[in-house]
């Protein structure tokens, strides 16, 4: 009967490369749709606004706006970042490591795979430049798009192979120096390519590689550095579930972040307690929105409503984005006040009546309020006068009120 076994060398590389990344995206999927679920609606929101904000740029800015220059800025981020995923573990270095020669394919479908996903992501930033760099450089077409696009292509694959030889060094000032050297290329190629003609271009993006792939010459046949692989592998497990671990708890994070305690002076202006029998309720439904994912949806969508009010110019438009923010922040807290309905403190302790449906209002009104005034506060750059946005704040303060006024007496009698 064969015990269990711990080496893998009993599977080929391409099987066990297979298996731990199904491992790794099994892992993670259960989390990974609670956060999309988070933040779809604000993806959906920053989209529109940024499609909004995009359009107008095209075509309001004037003949001397640097299009080009910012359609290289959106290709920089998807060209320079270059990670390479490896799945390593300690246990790789005593049963993996004796077998370095016979791993090469192992590596191989690690950098197949990172090229494919960034060559993805490079066409998307390379669709969302286009328009820029069609409007700077004054023609368009399939056979421009395409031409471009492959040269992209090609700078990604260099850049790839730059990174894969990165992660084989071990001395710190040449790692520094070879990750620099990798960002200003991919910066200088994203720049020659976008600001000069095509063909100007990629004979210029060319050269600098060419300049590029002889300074890796010397390190090109080091041996693979594993224990460095196995530190960014950690590295990069414990960055993707901290990252999930804002949107829902994941066991296996380890060294959660402890508490930050709120400060008093802002939980009385929100919550208003003062130790009287009446505000028994408050300060809980202040720290439940304190410590919630209600806290970090309400802050992005009133960030978000910001931004756009004061991207955005004209009467109409502005009206219409304040009064969706508006609404949208009020039915997120909406759901605040349904925490703690069926509490038994209200039986145990001589509490008044209708005393946790009138904090909980009182809570909610006081958030969206403040929500409201920062609306009204960047809509100042967009209404034509500070009339307009005095005249929507009121507005909406007031049915707020009336609508916080109602929700109190409907749950006071539920």
Not at 198 to 221: F, K, Q
Not at 381 to 406: D, E, Q
Request: aromatic letters at 12%.
């Amino acid at each position: 009967m064969k015990g269990p076994s711990s080496a893998p060398a009993l599977r080929t590389p391409e099987e066990l490369w297979n298996r731990r990344t199904a491992g790794f995206l099994a892992e993670i999927r259960p989390y990974l749709v609670y956060a999309l679920q988070s933040v779809a609606l604000a993806v959906i929101l920053l989209m529109l606004g940024a499609g909004v904000g995009y359009n107008y740029l095209l075509t309001s800015a004037p003949p001397s706006f640097p299009f080009k220059e910012l359609a290289a800025c959106i290709l920089l981020p998807a060209a320079a970042l270059s990670p390479i995923r490896t799945y390593m573990k300690e246990a790789d270095l005593i049963f993996l490591m004796p077998m370095e020669t016979g791993m090469s394919a192992y590596f191989d479908k690690a950098a197949s795979r990172a090229f494919r996903l960034q060559l993805l992501l490079l066409v998307v930033s390379w669709l969302a430049a286009w328009p820029l760099y069609a409007k700077g450089a004054g023609e368009s077409g399939l056979l421009l798009f395409v031409h471009i696009l492959l040269v992209l292509a090609a700078v990604k694959k260099v850049l790839l192979y730059g990174r894969s030889l990165e992660l084989k060094l071990s001395e710190k000032k040449m790692i520094s120096f070879y990750v620099t050297l990798r960002t200003l290329v991919a910066a200088g190629t994203v720049y020659l390519i976008t600001v000069l003609t095509a063909w100007e271009g990629t004979l210029a993006a060319a050269l600098l590689l060419l300049i590029y792939l002889g300074c890796l010459y010397p390190v090109r046949s080091r041996a693979v550095n594993w224990t460095r692989l196995v530190e960014l592998e950690r590295r990069h497990r414990a960055v993707t579930f901290r990252l999930l671990n804002n949107f829902i708890d994941v066991p296996s994070v380890q060294g959660r972040p402890r508490s930050v305690h709120a400060p008093k002076k802002g939980l009385g202006a929100l919550g208003g307690f003062r130790h009287r029998p009446e505000d028994t309720y408050r300060y809980l439904y202040t720290l439940v929105w304190l410590r919630s994912e209600w806290f970090g949806i309400t802050v992005r969508l009133t960030l978000l409503g910001v931004i756009l009010l004061a991207a955005v110019r004209g009467a109409w438009m502005a009206g219409i984005l304040y009064a969706l923010f508006a609404g949208l922040t009020a039915l997120q807290l909406k759901e605040l006040q349904k925490a703690y309905r069926h509490s038994d403190w209200s039986f145990i302790y001589p509490l008044p009546e209708g005393i946790r449906s009138r904090s909980a209002s009182t809570v909610v009104f006081r958030i969206h309020a403040l929500c409201l005034a920062l609306l009204a506060l960047a809509s100042l750059a967009s209404m034509p006068t500070p009339l307009y946005s005095a005249g929507w704040f009121a507005v909406t303060l007031l049915l707020s009120y009336l609508y916080s006024k109602r929700q109190r007496k409907e749950r006071q009698w539920s």
